[in-house]
Structure formats: C-alpha cells, structure tokens
C-alpha cells in the first residue's frame, strides 16, 4: 500500500489493520482526489492479495469508505493510534466507533452504504 501512496504522490505516513479493516494515515497530494486514492489502492490491494493463494481468491473490498482529515497537531496522535488499533478494537469495534465521528461532526451519512 505505501507503494500505491507513492505513486499517486501522497505518501503514507502510518498503516495498519486488522482483519476488517485498515487505517491509513497519508497526505493528500493537490492534484489527486480521496475517490482516485481509494479506487486505486482497493483495486491494487485486490489483484496482489488474489495472487497469494486459492484462499483469497474471493476477496474484495466493501464499497463504502471512510476519509477523515486532520490537522498538523494532530498526526502523532493519530499515527499512535494506527499502531495500537488492535488493542483499541477489543475495547470497542470498529463499527461502533466508525458511527461517532459522523455523529460528533453533524454529519448525515447512509450507514448501509459505508458496509456494503
């Protein structure tokens, strides 16, 4: 995946997952958009992880995404977090914190279509 960031110019800064999702800290390039990255590292991610055996071959990736900026200040924060998400996500799930920061923001959104 750091690969993908670096060709699109919008180097990683921290990834990890779990094995439901991903966190991925990385700047925005100016002349990308967030739907360009997300089309780009799910349809990358996807052919690679078909390669590595009969298990994966049925594997893809949910339609929906989340993507979230953050300030400066914020990004050692953030980068700790990536890191420790395993921990964190045996004391809360991803979906039941996923659905705070909508809320927390005001943000109306199609729970159904971020799943899917």
């Given at each position: 995946m750091a690969t993908i960031f670096r060709e699109v110019k919008s180097p990683s800064l921290a990834i990890d997952g779990t094995a439901d999702h991903v966190h991925i800290l990385f700047s925005l390039a100016r002349v990308v958009t967030i739907a360009a990255i997300v089309e780009e590292v799910k349809t990358s991610?996807?052919?690679?992880?078909k390669t590595k055996g009969r298990a994966f071959r049925h594997f893809h990736w949910q339609s929906g995404y989340g993507a979230f900026s953050i300030?400066?200040?914020?990004v050692a924060s953030?980068?700790?977090?990536?890191?420790?998400?395993?921990?964190?996500?045996?004391?809360?799930?991803?979906?039941?914190?996923?659905?705070?920061?909508?809320?927390?923001y005001g943000i109306d959104y199609d729970e159904k279509s971020v799943w899917e």
């Open positions: 991610t996807s052919k690679w992880i300030g400066q200040s914020n953030l980068k700790r977090y990536i890191h420790h998400q395993k921990e964190h996500d045996k004391r809360v799930t991803f979906q039941d914190e996923y659905r705070k920061f909508p809320k927390a």
